[in-house]
């Protein structure tokens, strides 16, 4: 078991190699060797960090909520960013400021081993577990289950790359199990209560969805099966070339149902040589009531009676930090109020009456993004990212605006999903609508451009996006709008529309 002092024996590590990178003694990717695992990585700006504190599932609590605010007052940052798997990060820092929020902390059960790296990373959660009107039971406690098991052994990993694990508490699946390496989705059948199995999903490079495991799984036995797929990761995965060293292409070699026999074997072997003490699920318990305040996107009843969730969602999920401070004001009173994080850089701010509903919508309404266009899923990009290619929250910003200036609304359209390079921290190759920048030359001449993907999903019928071709990033605004005014004046939705041959003029007009 991973003890707080043998994490805190690697901080000086990390701040002996921070300093030799500053001074140019060991390269770039010698220090993220180092530091991905602690979850630290370098910014563009030399001497400038990011360090991603590992909240478990996305569940916050007071006292963590309170380190993080503590630690962006001290070190006078702006915002607090929310990810895309229900973590947080603190930018520009430095090596000094990165270590010294490390080792504080993990004296508060706040980590950050296994944030980044080779590692397996934050169990993600469904935000509406334990409150879902539409699930069988609460997943919460399964999630948190694998995460301790997974921090349990965090130092002792020999991955080939990343491994990732979600828990989804209905089949909308807003945990995206089913596009992880391993995915749980809570199910019954027959009365009883199980999790439908995934596996060998992902995206980044050679995207796909998970193969749905044939038979449904008991959930007191969950940690056999994460332990076999962890086990089968390290053992038949690619140590050599890190583009193919991920499970879901283990699956494309094997073929699904060799795949799924290996993994029978790995599985046996964890049941013969583990003694896992699981955990049972208990039915939901759905209580009778109507609620009282007009039904939208972010005001959402629950299961419980006269209870609500209220979803807030700072721009290009950057909180303010004097917002934070307010939020945490707002809940420290309320007993029953508690916070989670989506996987769309959303909190969810659970169990409260109609009244606190009111107070808090009116709290937080100069920054709250209410339309589907200011809700736009964005990762850090440039200049920030070590490795981003374009300025994505940029993009999100312009797109905001060129609506704005059109007056129009985001109504029609998915959330937009935006990555500043080809790797997927938006999750944009499974976007209904998501781009992707790179470089490229158009008219001989080196431009900002981004990737369109179109018609990805993420649920039971989840599939990858089709890449349709490459825009002009100071064209994409104008492309939002002309999209946006068809579907409105049309009265269509845009999954429909864009599997039309309208659709497909359109892009002929915008595609380099």
Sequence with gaps: ????????????????????????????????????????????????????????????????????????????????????????????????????????????????????????????????????????????????????????????????????????????????????????????????????????????????????????????????????????????????????ARSRFIVKWMGEEDFLACFDQYLKEAEDTQDFEGIQAVPAKVEAWNPQLDIQDLVIPQRQKDRYTFVIHPLCGQLPTAEGKRILEFILDKDEVDLRLSMNQDIFVRNLTKEEVIALMDMVKNYNQVDTIGRTITCVGTPTCQIGIQQSQKLTEDIAKAMKHAQLSGDYLPRIQINGCLNSCSRHPAAPLGFAGFVTKVEGKSTPCFYLYVDGSVRTDARIGQKVGAMAEDRIPQFIVELATALRNQETSYEAYCKTSEFGKLLEAYLV
């Design 1 to 244: 078991m991973t003890s707080a002092d043998e994490l805190k024996r690697e901080i000086e590590e990390l701040r002996k190699k921070g300093y030799q990178f500053i001074n140019d003694e060991i390269s770039r990717n010698d220090f993220k060797g180092i530091s991905g695992g602690r979850g630290v990585y370098a910014e563009k700006e030399k001497g400038k960090f990011m360090i991603r504190l590992r909240t478990s599932s996305g569940i916050v609590t007071r006292d963590h909520l309170g380190c993080i605010i503590s630690y962006a007052d001290k070190y006078k940052l702006e915002n607090i960013r929310l990810t895309t798997r229900q973590a947080v990060q603190l930018h520009h820092l430095s090596i000094d400021g990165v270590c010294d929020i490390m080792e504080d902390a993990i004296d508060q059960g706040l980590f950050t081993r296994g944030s980044g790296g080779n590692f397996p990373r934050n169990v993600t959660l469904s935000p509406l577990s334990g409150v879902d009107p539409k699930e069988v039971f609460d997943v919460t406690p399964f999630a948190v289950l694998v995460g301790r098991y997974f921090q349990d052994r965090i130092t002792k990993y020999k991955l080939p790359r990343k491994f990732k694990a979600a828990f989804s508490s209905t089949f909308e699946d807003t945990g995206c199990a089913t596009i992880n390496d391993i995915g749980f989705i809570a199910a019954e059948r027959d009365g009883e209560l199980y999790f439908q199995l995934y596996l060998g999903g992902g995206l980044g490079g050679g995207p796909a969805v998970a193969v749905p495991y044939p038979r449904l799984v008991k959930p007191d036995r969950i940690l056999y099966y994460v332990e076999a797929m962890i086990n089968l990761f390290q053992g038949e995965g690619d140590y050599e070339n890190k583009g193919k």
